[in-house]
């Protein structure tokens, strides 16, 4: 007799500590496919839901080996106790791994496509920025061979104003003398012309005073 009254207070102690820990912490629906949630403590109430391995429900109650529940979304009813426990089951977290591993694949997929485009984007940049400075130094070695052909345009062009300064001057100089020239040489022209004059006039002078003494002697 002692002995039984000491199993049923322990068994008592056992319950209180579950309901009591059913109250105190949040549960979990067990490693079973369905777990139906009830509207009553027995097996003929109406099933109102069911729970999948790993739901999180909140315990109410406790009475003759039923939970009283309250689910994530809201509803209340009951299940068996067994059914329930504090740490998601094996099959849940497992579950929760293998979506969180597809989710780290599914990001480190993601960060490679990332990377590659990031790396074709580099490849493309780097190929811009190099023509770019093909073209830069193109156009600088341009202006420089500008600046260089500028700068012996300017010398040649000086030196051609020089020139034909000069040369303008040495035209102006010649056409003074061509200009003295035709002075002289008008000038002796009618020099010679009136010495021709004057000694065809001393000739036919002196031929009439010869044909006067011719005359006088017949």
Same mark, same amino acid.
Do not use: C
């Given at each position: 007799?002692?002995? #039984?009254?000491?199993?049923?207070?322990?068994?008592?102690?056992?319950? !209180?500590?579950?309901?009591?820990?059913?109250?105190?912490? &949040?549960?979990?629906?067990?490693?079973?496919? #369905?777990?139906?949630?009830?509207?009553?403590? %027995? %097996? %003929?109430?109406? !099933?109102?839901?069911?729970?999948?391995?790993?739901? #999180?429900? &909140?315990?109410?109650?406790?009475?003759?080996?039923?939970?009283?529940? #309250?689910?994530?979304?809201?509803?209340?009813?009951?299940?068996?106790?067994?059914?329930?426990?504090?740490?998601?089951?094996?099959?849940?977290?497992?579950?929760?791994?293998?979506?969180?591993?597809?989710?780290?694949? &599914?990001?480190?997929?993601?960060?490679?496509?990332?990377?590659?485009?990031?790396?074709?984007?580099?490849?493309?940049?780097?190929?811009? =920025?190099?023509?770019?400075?093909?073209?830069?130094?193109?156009?600088?070695?341009?202006?420089?061979?500008?600046?260089?052909?500028?700068?012996?345009?300017?010398?040649?062009?000086?030196?051609?104003?020089? !020139?034909?300064?000069?040369?303008?001057?040495?035209?102006?100089?010649?056409?003074?003398?061509?200009?003295?020239?035709?002075?002289?040489?008008?000038?002796?022209?009618?020099?010679? %012309?009136?010495?021709?004059?004057? !000694?065809?006039?001393?000739?036919?002078?002196?031929?009439?005073?010869?044909?006067?003494?011719?005359?006088? =002697?017949?």
């Amino acid at each position: 007799m002692k002995q #039984k009254t000491i199993l049923l207070i322990s068994a008592l102690l056992f319950l !209180i500590g579950f309901a009591s820990a059913g109250l105190a912490d &949040e549960m979990y629906a067990g490693d079973v496919k #369905k777990l139906n949630v009830r509207s009553g403590s %027995t %097996t %003929t109430h109406k !099933i109102i839901s069911t729970l999948l391995p790993g739901d #999180k429900v &909140e315990v109410i109650s406790f009475s003759g080996g039923w939970s009283q529940i #309250k689910t994530e979304d809201g509803k209340q009813g009951w299940m068996i106790s067994r059914s329930l426990t504090s740490q998601k089951p094996a099959s849940a977290r497992i579950e929760n791994l293998q979506i969180q591993m597809e989710i780290q694949r &599914e990001q480190a997929e993601l960060n490679a496509m990332e990377s590659s485009r990031l790396k074709e984007e580099n490849t493309r940049l780097t190929t811009r =920025l190099n023509e770019t400075e093909t073209q830069l130094k193109k156009a600088q070695d341009a202006f420089q061979t500008l600046q260089t052909e500028a700068a012996d345009y300017l010398s040649i062009k000086k030196k051609y104003d020089r !020139i034909a300064a000069q040369a303008d001057k040495k035209d102006a100089e010649i056409q003074s003398l061509k200009g003295k020239l035709n002075r002289q040489y008008v000038t002796t022209a009618i020099k010679w %012309t009136l010495t021709g004059a004057g !000694i065809l006039l001393v000739g036919v002078f002196l031929g009439s005073q010869t044909r006067r003494r011719r005359s006088s =002697l017949l």
